[in-house]
């Protein structure tokens, strides 16, 4: 087996994403919104999202994916002038939260490459919204809201005010966040009405929906020998949701951590036909990776 093929393996278990069903029917919602705000129904219907889920459920894989499928690309204008156009952004939120450094954050995420270290709230907040239209951004996906309110010295209600006053920029908003944050939504019915709440679901069950998860990702990493991930009859469904607890970040989570422990990870690693998951090693890749904090 040759060192290339031994990386390959490690990557596609380390780049693992598959496109279950919560993932495309938050992404059609996220469609949904570039869509309105192109027809111009956002002056009259403003339409933006929160976005919550637990911990590991796939969140943050779920938004930078989507702006992957929406890469920026570069326009060149009547005057042949070149415009990198920048069609979706996902931007962590800072933490400690400020204004300063929320709009910093943006402007980052526009490509900005040098930012002044005497630059005011004021000044970052025009240059932000000025790339916003120029680079013609539809949606911005703020993730960790969670940020906000864990920042003791900023208030909630000013933080929710400089998203509602974004949202009046022509630019669709996704604010991200776990369900601790769905009670910044009941401060004013304004960003009730403006905020749509959707929530993003773990797999509850150990049904079929979660062992064709599991048989989408061996066909995605492309074992040397068959797992039988998906079989019931083998008994790794059941004890992979146990572990996981129908989290899907969990679950990555542990299958990269046993291929760590069956060396995949190695520079020197070779024979993938030696890589075989078993229990037993799954066992030891969740007791590595969550210690107590995962309780089976």
């Given at each position: ?42 002056e009259?219907?403003p ?38 156009i ?62 906000l ?13 400089m ?18 944050v ?64 129908g ?50």
């Amino acid at each position: 087996m040759s060192r290339t093929e031994a990386k390959q393996f490690a990557n596609r278990i380390a780049d693992l994403f598959i496109q279950h069903e919560e993932v495309k029917r938050i992404w059609d919602r996220f469609d949904s919104l570039r869509v309105h705000l192109k027809a111009g129904n956002q002056e009259h219907d403003p339409n933006h999202l929160m976005l919550t889920g637990i911990s590991g459920v796939g969140k943050t894989q779920l938004a930078t994916h989507y702006k992957r499928r929406n890469p920026v690309y570069t326009y060149v204008d009547r005057d042949e002038t070149e415009i990198d156009i920048a069609p979706v952004l996902y931007i962590k939120l800072p933490y400690p939260f400020t204004a300063l450094e929320f709009y910093k954050k943006i402007l980052v995420g526009l490509g900005t490459k040098i930012l002044r270290s005497d630059m005011r709230v004021g000044y970052a907040k025009d240059q932000a919204l000025y790339l916003l239209r120029k680079q013609k951004t539809e949606l911005i996906i703020f993730d960790e809201l969670n940020f906000l309110t864990r920042t003791k010295r900023f208030d909630d209600q000013d933080g929710m005010e400089m998203f509602k006053d974004l949202s009046n920029e022509g630019v669709s908003l996704v604010c991200m966040g776990t369900p601790k944050v769905e009670y910044l939504l009941d401060m004013e019915d304004e960003y009730f009405r403006r905020f749509k709440l959707e929530r993003i679901n773990s797999f509850e069950e150990c049904d079929e929906r979660f062992c064709k998860l599991l048989k989408d990702i061996e066909t995605a990493i492309q074992p040397p020998r068959s797992l039988h991930l998906g079989k019931l009859e083998s008994g790794l469904p059941q004890l992979l949701h146990e572990y996981c607890q129908g989290r899907i970040g969990y679950l990555h989570a542990i299958l990269i951590e046993a291929y760590r422990l069956l060396g995949v990870f190695d520079d020197d690693f070779r024979d993938i036909h030696n890589a075989h998951l078993t229990v037993t090693k799954l066992r030891e890749a969740k007791e590595s990776f969550f210690g107590q904090t995962l309780k089976t």
